[in-house]
Nanobody, 126 residues
Framework: QVQLVESGGGLVQPGGSLRLSCAASGRTFSTNTMGWFRQAPGREREFVAAIRLSITNTYYADSVKGRFTISRDNAKNMVYLQMNSLKFEDTAVYYC???????????????????WGQGTQVTVSS
């Protein structure tokens, strides 16, 4: 099993930036694909970004492409989400997730992931 803990959320004004972190522990060899998802009140959990173990393979939702950057440090078992040019609609609880599959084509689906963190709140408000 894998334990995931998110941090870095908070309150930010529109146009501002935040950097989310996710620390993985336990069976970290099962974190072949790491993803970030978010869920706003009354909405379904949606894909934000994902990164492969190779690091060079990254994927983004159209809504965040060009504004968010996902990265990971395999030696430290950490994954990050740099969020720039934040908008009101980015407000949500952000979750870190781990997929034990080596190269899943369903990285965009919450159902693909085996482990989840508790989430960190991001609020964009003026």
């Amino acid at each position: 099993q894998v334990q995931l803990v998110e941090s870095g959320g908070g309150l930010v004004q529109p146009g501002g930036s935040l950097r989310l972190s996710c620390a993985a522990s336990g069976r970290t060899f099962s974190t072949n694909t790491m993803g970030w998802f978010r869920q706003a009140p009354g909405r379904e959990r949606e894909f934000v970004a994902a990164i492969r173990l190779s690091i060079t393979n990254t994927y983004y939702a159209d809504s965040v492409k060009g504004r968010f950057t996902i990265s990971r440090d395999n030696a430290k078992n950490m994954v990050y989400l740099q969020m720039n040019s934040l908008k009101f609609e980015d407000t949500a609880v952000y979750y870190c997730a781990a997929d034990r599959s080596y190269y899943s084509a369903n990285y965009y689906s919450p159902d693909e992931y085996d482990y989840w963190g508790q989430g960190t709140q991001v609020t964009v408000s003026s």
